[in-house]
């Protein structure tokens, strides 16, 4: 396809502000054969009526509760007419020339099923975003890091991270994807709500055996964590839940049960050290995962059994996208900050 439709999927809630510098900045997007699609999750701040009034140009969907990033996404998704899916954050702004490279790679690597674009930070955008950053990585512990972030540390972009190349995940902040992968994976799992579901997905497409690269010739900026902050009580517990859920399901069983004792080790070893800080909204959250997996095991089967029906090959050819290691005992007690560090380029 020379020329494919694409179509852009913002999930809205609250904040017009955010939101309306996102739209200024998407109509001035270089790409001809586009629609901007605006899921608003049933905001109380008049955010559907400042759109219809200002952006007459953009398709509106409003819905009448709150699904989350994975819900308005999904809804977003069912109602769009591209062959290309762009999941774009409310809070970001792009550069003009954004969308061309992720489409021209699509067209040239059938077997590339999403793709991301270099994301900056907002504020200081000589520095890479903490939510995706130049492409995402996933230990085989489940905990995810990002060429150009781990953790909290977030590095300047000097050009180190200028090669595509492929990546574990590509992020909801920003990131294309084929519709038909989109749908043949299940779409986004509803049940995360929001925070690694993007994650999730991508595991999913390398089970299909699927690939996702980084393109950083496409550049994004984004404001981290506008909508739901960093260290809220609430993203704790679905980053804590969504990645543990990912552990108990995407794995082979030989595999879940070998990986996830240790998880688990690390989970009781996380709420220990966040109490001992009196970071109660961080140990309240991992408690609040934990009381969640063991109540709801038959939805943790009912997801094992949904991607053994997507699944086409074995763990042992998904394994070398991961990190066979363990990306928190590399930083916390080796000392490794960067990317590099752990991944060679």
């Not at 690694?196 to 964590?225: F, G, R």
């Amino acid at each position: 396809m020379k020329n494919p439709k694409v179509s852009i999927i913002i999930p809205h809630w609250n904040g017009i502000d955010i939101l309306s510098e996102c739209l200024e900045s998407l109509l001035q997007t270089d790409y001809d054969n586009l629609e901007i699609i605006v899921v608003d999750n049933a905001s109380t701040d008049g955010s559907s009526d400042f759109i219809s009034l200002n952006f007459p140009q953009i398709d509106l969907l409003e819905n009448s509760q709150n699904y989350g990033y994975a819900g308005g996404c999904n809804r977003g998704a069912a109602v769009s007419s591209g062959d290309y899916l762009v999941f774009l954050n409310n809070d970001t702004v792009q550069n003009s020339n954004w969308i061309s490279p992720l489409v021209d790679f699509l067209n040239l690597n059938p077997k590339v099923a999403a793709v991301q674009p270099k994301i900056l930070n907002f504020y200081d955008r000589e520095k890479f975003d903490y939510a995706g950053a130049a492409g995402g990585w996933l230990d085989v512990l489940g905990f995810p890091f990002a060429r150009g972030r781990i953790f909290n540390d977030q590095e300047n972009d000097n050009g180190q991270y200028n090669k595509m190349r492929p990546v574990f995940w590509t992020s909801g902040t920003a990131f294309m994807i084929r519709k038909a992968d989109f749908e043949s994976a299940g779409r986004f799992d509803e049940s995360f709500f929001a925070h690694q579901e993007e994650i999730d997905l991508c595991w999913k497409l390398h089970l299909m055996d699927k690939e996702t690269w980084a393109i950083p010739s496409s550049v994004v900026y984004h404001k981290n964590a506008a909508t739901l902050p960093m260290f809220s009580r609430k993203k704790q517990y679905l980053n804590h839940r969504n990645s543990m859920q990912m552990i108990l399901s995407n794995y082979s069983l030989p595999l879940t049960l070998y990986i996830f004792p240790i998880r688990f080790t690390l989970e009781l070893v996380a709420l220990i050290y966040s109490l001992i800080r009196m970071d109660l909204n961080h140990a309240i959250g991992i408690i609040q995962s934990l009381l969640w997996l063991v109540s709801h095991p038959f939805s943790i089967l009912k997801r094992r059994k949904k991607i053994k029906q997507l699944r086409i090959i074995k763990d042992k050819k998904v394994l070398p996208w991961l990190y066979w290691g363990s990306v928190v005992f590399d930083y916390y007690i080796r000392g490794k900050k960067r990317s590099t560090d752990i991944i060679k380029e």
